[in-house]
C-alpha cells in the first residue's frame, strides 16, 4: 500500500518513533511505500514532501521533535481547503494517511474522513488531554523534565527564603501541573479545573513558615484562572484553531502571593523546554506500540479509528470520539493532591 503520514500541532517527543515504527514494520512485514507530509496539514495543502523510507527513519528514535516538522494549519477554515487536501493524495496515489496530532490535527482529520479518504489517527499531546486514551505519549517526557526542574527549584529557593512559583504547560487540562506537583513535593498545586483561591494558597505558605519550612513551592497550569476570573494570556492573539497563547499566570500570582503574605516571591515559566529533547524510555515504548498499531489498522482496512492506550493495552476507538471533548483531570488525583495538603 501507498501510506501517506503527517505530524500536525505543536511538536511533542515520541513523534519520531512513531514515524519509525509505522514506517519499519508497514516495509518489513507488508512492503508498503511511504510518503511523508512536511509542516502538518500545510505540507498536504502544498503537496510539500518527503520519502519515508528505512534510511530517512533510522537513528531518530531518541530524537526530540519531528523530522516531517510540524504547524498548526486548520484547513477547514482556508476556502477549498479540504478540497486541495483530496488533490493531493490522489495526485501521490495514496491509499491510507497516519494523521499524528491532538484534537486540533484530528478534527482536520474527521472533516476529510466525512469526505471519504481513508485515515488512521495516532494520538500525540504532552498536554495529556485527549478524550478516548488513557495516555498521550510526550506527556511523560514533560513531567519529567517539569518534576527535574522543581526539585531544582527546591534548592535555590530554600537558599533564599524564597516562594517560587512554577508555571507549566497543558492548556485547559491540569495533568501536567498536578502530576508535576505531587511527584516534585509542591506545596500548592494550581490546575484549570479548579477556580485558585488565593486566600488558601497563602494560607498554605504562611502555615509551612510558621512550621519552621523557609521556602515554598507553588506549581502551576498555565490555563488555571486568575484570581479575578479569566485566563493568563500573551497578547490578544489567537491562532487558527482559535487558542490564545496562555502564559504569565506564574508572574501575576507570584505578585499577588508577595503581596499579600510579604514573602519573597519569584516565578519560572518552563515553557518549551517541556517540549524539546529526546523522550523518555516510557514514551518511545507507548509511541512506537502507537505506530506499529496504526499501520495495522491500515492493513485491516479499519479506517477513521484513533490507536489508544486503555490500561495498558493498545486499541482503537472512533476518532471522532476523541475530539469530542477535553479530558480534564479526574478528582481521584484532585483529593491526592488535597490529602498531602496541611489542614490551615
Ligand atoms: O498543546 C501543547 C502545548 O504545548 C500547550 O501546552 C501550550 O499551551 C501550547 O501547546 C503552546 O503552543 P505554541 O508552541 O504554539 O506556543
Redesign the pocket.
Known amino acids: 500500500m501507498r501510506v501517506g503520514v503527517l505530524t500536525g500541532?505543536?511538536d511533542?517527543p515520541g513523534l519520531n518513533a512513531v514515524i519509525r515504527a509505522a514506517v519499519r514494520k508497514g516495509i518489513q512485514q507488508h512492503g508498503d511505500e511511504f510518503v511523508g507530509f512536511l509542516e502538518g496539514w500545510r505540507g498536504v495543502l502544498d503537496n510539500n514532501t518527503m520519502p519515508l523510507t528505512l534510511e530517512t527513519t533510522s537513528g531518530i528514535l531518541h530524537l526530540g521533535g519531528t523530522i516531517l516538522r510540524t504547524s498548526?494549519t486548520n484547513v477547514r477554515k482556508i476556502e477549498g481547503g479540504l478540497d486541495a487536501c483530496m488533490k493531493t493524495f490522489k495526485a501521490n496515489k495514496l491509499d491510507a494517511l497516519i494523521a499524528i496530532g491532538?484534537d486540533d490535527t484530528q478534527s482536520v482529520s474527521n472533516a476529510l474522513i466525512e469526505k471519504g479518504l481513508q485515515v488512521v489517527g495516532v494520538p500525540k499531546?504532552?498536554?495529556n488531554d485527549l478524550s478516548g486514551t488513557d495516555a498521550c505519549f510526550g506527556f511523560d517526557t514533560a513531567v519529567s523534565i517539569a518534576t527535574e526542574a522543581v526539585d531544582r527549584l527546591h534548592s535555590t529557593a530554600e537558599s533564599h527564603n524564597r516562594v517560587i512559583v512554577c508555571e507549566v504547560?497543558?492548556?485547559d487540562a491540569g495533568w501536567?501541573a498536578i502530576t508535576t506537583g505531587i511527584a516534585g513535593g509542591a506545596d500548592a498545586i494550581l490546575v484549570p479545573e479548579k477556580p485558585i483561591d488565593l486566600d488558601h494558597v497563602c494560607k498554605l505558605i504562611t502555615h509551612r513558615r510558621e512550621h519552621g519550612k523557609k521556602f515554598s513551592i507553588v506549581v502551576v497550569a498555565?490555563?488555571a484562572k486568575l484570581p479575578s476570573g479569566g485566563n493568563a494570556t500573551y497578547g490578544d492573539k489567537v491562532?487558527s484553531f482559535g487558542?490564545a497563547?496562555?502564559s504569565g499566570i506564574g508572574q501575576a500570582l507570584a505578585d499577588a502571593i508577595e503581596e499579600k503574605t510579604g514573602y519573597e516571591t519569584r516565578s519560572v515559566n518552563l515553557g518549551?523546554t517541556?517540549?524539546g529533547g529526546t523522550p523518555t524510555a516510557y514514551d518511545r515504548m507507548l509511541a512506537t506500540r502507537y505506530g506499529a498499531a496504526a499501520i495495522d489498522l491500515v492493513h485491516a482496512g479499519n479506517f477513521g479509528r484513533l490507536v489508544v492506550l486503555r490500561g495498558t493495552q493498545i486499541t482503537n476507538i472512533p476518532l471522532a470520539d476523541a475530539i469530542a471533548k477535553t479530558r480534564t483531570v479526574d478528582e481521584g488525583l484532585l483529593e491526592l493532591a488535597a490529602s498531602l495538603e496541611p489542614k490551615v
Open positions: 500541532g505543536g511533542c498548526r491532538g499531546t504532552i498536554d504547560m497543558g492548556r501536567i498555565e490555563g491562532d487558542h497563547r496562555l518549551h517541556q517540549r
